[in-house]
């Protein structure tokens, strides 16, 4: 099927025959006459058309916005603790419950082929409604569960947030087909802001009462379904984009990267201030607020356009320091994914040529060289966006350094997050629980845009997405030192920002680094063989936590269970800190064996890059 001309290919030629010029209008500045209003008009539609795919956009920052639902565990984990009478180690197995939905995540994927993408996202919702919204009636004492079922609707309630995920990448996919790693990476970074925004309507609501947490959760992902649903139900035809089109989407995303930037800060300094349900109020208010501005900011630009001819006349990104995604092949994504149509041009084949002798001069070499330097080279990737299949992916060590990388970065963050309310409460700092779950999230919000830096500082710095990988990964071992070595609140929240700022970076990165090593048609199937780390190191790392916690459990007198349960001081986490924090200093060396083995492959393609762009 042909892809249709585009809208504003359409209305310049319409404009020129009406002007008697063959050459492409520029529109001028004075007053236009009336006798023109039927084209500007039609002009006007097509933007409204082409106006569409932003809405759904930001259709997608809403969503994920609103479904890291997992994010909130530690607000009222202590309450469900009590309600359900249950030690530290049965709680741990509620949170990788939740976890483990990401291992079923394959399932929102099979859903697609045979229903509408629709009926998909309200599936999620629902699965969020009632895993969610039986837990509320639980902790509330309205209805009794055994423990293993509130294990099924813990499960029940993580698989809905891999499938509002799915959703949410499928709609970026879709609709930004060349500039796809800038809209995952910004819709994705949203998903950080969760736990804060449900802080913000917790507060405005009841602040007093932890299990509002699960009531929230339950509704507002419904809600943000139905809002989202025209956007996507109209959702645009698929036409080629002109380059002063891809321009102008740049500075769009670029716009939009500063919004978000600004809403972090926002919930950062407001989301747990409010001393009153008013206050709450106007400060929630003041955040979807900035969650619906972004509608506008498309609109602007096209006015821009319309008025001044061309955006970049007045903001020139050619002499910034950024570097975004361009029709010459300046985004790795776009060349990934045009090399099997390239399979047969003879530069390809004299760099295969070439890659193949240096393989075989580094094998030569390998036998005089160490132990340390055969790790690194043996087995190198020769170029970036190689397809791997399963068979192959698990027979390299690049993937298995890369999981060990993740499974000792940002999964310890994941579970540190989990158990962030015990911790606060055995440091005597639980009236702060909601500060740090909303300081979490937000510098996990932050780490999620950071990992969008390499794209943006190209140009002036470039850096392998694997260098920048061990980079983040160096502030969690700090930060697990620094928790354990000091128990006062200065040091909860430094650390808490940090583990939130390596683990939302991770995150946010992985996706593109999975694309990029081990191929873009590979990448869903690949991408959840790797997050099968979650919901193992969840268990892992939850069960020695909850161990330690338990050990430290000094047994009270009463008759209450709950008292029994309680473990009090730095004892309760100190080794836990420690062990995670020598964990995640095998992630960090994992991650630069990974940059060190990688390192050859991103620098022959930015070469290649940098040669296409001379010739």
């Known amino acids: 099927m042909r892809p249709r001309k585009d809208y504003f290919d359409n209305e310049r030629n319409k404009h020129a025959d009406t002007t008697g010029s063959s050459t492409p209008t520029s529109f001028p500045d004075k007053k236009i006459p009336s006798k023109d209003l039927p084209a500007i008009l039609r002009l006007i539609l097509a933007m409204a058309g082409q106006s569409r795919k932003w809405m759904i956009l ?17 607000a009222y984990s202590s309450d469900l603790k009590s309600v359900l009478g249950i030690s530290q180690v049965q709680l741990n197995y509620l949170a990788t419950a939740s976890d483990l939905g990401k291992v079923l995540g394959w399932s929102s994927g099979l859903a697609l082929i045979y229903f509408p993408l ?22 509330r004492n309205v209805i009794s569960l055994p423990y293993i079922l509130v294990f099924l609707l813990c499960l029940m309630a993580g698989c809905s947030i891999c499938w509002f995920n799915t ?4 709609l970026c996919i879709r609709n930004f087909p060349i500039n796809r790693p800038l809209a995952l990476a910004l819709t994705v970074s949203f998903n950080g802001v969760s736990a804060a925004l449900y802080t913000l309507a917790g507060n405005a609501i009841n602040p007093l009462s932890n299990s509002l947490y699960l009531l929230l959760n339950a509704l507002v992902p419904l809600l943000t379904s139905i809002a989202a649903l025209i956007p996507i139900l109209r959702q645009p035809s698929l036409d080629p984009l002109p380059p002063d089109g891809v321009k102008r989407d740049q500075l769009i995303f670029l716009v939009l990267n500063f919004l978000a930037i600004l809403t972090g800060i926002y919930l950062l300094l407001f989301g747990s201030s409010a001393s009153d349900s008013m206050t709450a109020r106007l400060f929630f208010g003041g955040a979807i607020f900035l969650l619906i501005f972004p509608l506008c900011i498309p609109g602007i630009v096209y006015a821009r356009n319309w008025f001044h ?22 985004e790795l994504h776009k060349e990934l994914l045009t090399r099997e149509a390239s399979t047969h041009d003879n530069g390809l084949g004299q760099r295969l040529l070439s890659g193949s002798n240096d393989m075989i001069t580094r094998q030569k070499s390998m036998k005089s ?3 340390c330097d055969s790790i690194i080279v043996k087995d190198q990737l020769e170029m970036l966006g190689e397809e791997h299949p399963v068979w192959l992916l698990v027979r390299r060590l690049d993937f298995w350094l890369y999981f060990i990388s993740y499974f000792c970065g940002g999964t310890i963050g994941l579970v540190y997050s989990n ?3 015990q911790i606060a409460q055995s440091l005597g700092q639980k009236s702060s629980t909601t500060t740090l779950v909303t300081l979490y999230s937000s510098f996990s919000f932050f780490g999620r845009l950071l990992s969008a830096a390499p794209d943006y500082i190209r140009k002036k710095l470039y850096f392998a997405r694997t260098g920048w990988l061990a980079l983040a990964l160096l502030p969690t071992p700090v930060a697990f030192f620094l928790l354990a070595t000091s128990g006062n609140a200065m040091a909860l929240r430094t650390g808490t920002a940090l583990i939130g700022l390596s683990s939302g970076f991770i995150f946010a990165a992985a996706v593109s680094i999975t694309s990029e090593l081990f191929g873009p048609n590979s990448l869903g199937v690949n991408h959840n063989i790797l997050i099968t780390n979650i919901p193992i190191g969840s268990l892992l790392y939850g069960v020695l936590a909850a161990l330690v916690y338990d050990a430290n ?7 209450d269970l709950t008292e029994t349960m309680v473990c009090m001081g730095r004892k309760c986490y100190f080794l ?26 991103y620098d022959r393609f930015e070469r290649n890059r940098i040669s296409a762009q001379l010739f």
Do not use: K, P
């Open 553 to 559: 459990v000094t047994t009270g007198t009463g008759d």
């Open 576 to 601: 836990t800190f420690v062990s995670w924090g020598c964990l995640s200093l095998v992630g960090l060396v994992s991650s630069l064996l990974l940059f060190l083995r990688t390192r050859s492959a």
């Open 369 to 371: 060289v160490g132990w």
């Open 309 to 330: 001819r061309t955006v970049h006349s007045s903001f020139r990104l050619e002499g910034s320091g950024f570097i975004l995604v361009d029709v010459d092949d300046l």
């Open 419 to 421: 158990n962030l309310g």
């Open 167 to 170: 959703v949410c990448f499928v």
């Open 118 to 139: 629709w009926s998909v996202l309200f599936m999620a919702a629902f699965m969020g409604f009632f895993g969610y919204g039986l837990q509320w009636l639980v902790i």
């Open 58 to 74: 930001v259709a997608t920052i809403w969503i994920q916005a609103f479904t890291g639902t997992n994010f909130d565990f530690s």
